[in-house]
């Protein structure tokens, strides 16, 4: 959650929710999380766990031009 | 709601914020609501333990102020919005009061903790990227 808060200050394109998972299950569920903390980039089931600040980024950026391609 | 120890530790995380940070907290009815239970069965009202752990945040430092919305339609309640735009969505207790008091931090900072690869990396992106990060208390 830290890493995509500080994502979201510090680009006006980025912007980071977090999402209690037992008290809005529906959305969870939408978005196929199992296990926690999960990342959804782009309204996409990205990936399950922590990792350091170089990877989140490389795999946010990744999620997000999969997403891109997949919308176009 | 937050303990003398637990005060003492975020007024200690605050020590970093050098300017104002506003925090919005929104309630209301749940579109989909879910019964929570505590430990012993006992039921939770997540706007009410929200309203007091949020409250109770807020009074610890002079450089955060609170307002609060209340929402007569269902939503995503409750939600509580830091600075422009940082949201979390239900109860900001377990580590994810740790995540709410950090992100209060950030916001209150002037320039972001991130390292400068990453400021590079994010200063060249040219389309919106939407982060949800799905947490339990727990």
Known sequence: MLLATKLALASERVSARGVEASEFPAEADRHGVHAVPAMVVNDRYAWAGSVPEAAFVDRVLSAAQAALHSAT | ?138
């Open chain 2, 1 to 138: 709601m937050l303990g003398e120890r637990e005060q003492a530790a975020i007024r200690e995380a605050f020590v970093p914020i050098e300017r104002d940070v506003e925090v919005t907290l929104e309630l209301g009815p749940t579109a989909t609501p879910v019964t929570l239970l505590a430990a012993g069965g006992r039921e939770l009202d997540s706007n009410a333990i929200t309203r007091e752990v949020v409250d109770d945040v807020c009074a610890l430092s002079g450089r955060v102020r609170l307002r609060v919305v209340e929402h007569g339609e269902a939503g995503p309640w409750p939600r509580t919005t830091i600075g422009d735009g940082l949201v979390y969505q239900g109860m900001p207790v377990g580590y994810e009061l740790t995540s709410v008091v950090h992100a209060i931090v950030e916001a209150g900072r002037a320039s972001p903790s991130l390292s400068p690869a990453t400021i590079v990396r994010l200063a060249e992106l040219d389309e919106d990227v939407a982060i949800d990060v799905y947490v339990t208390p727990t």
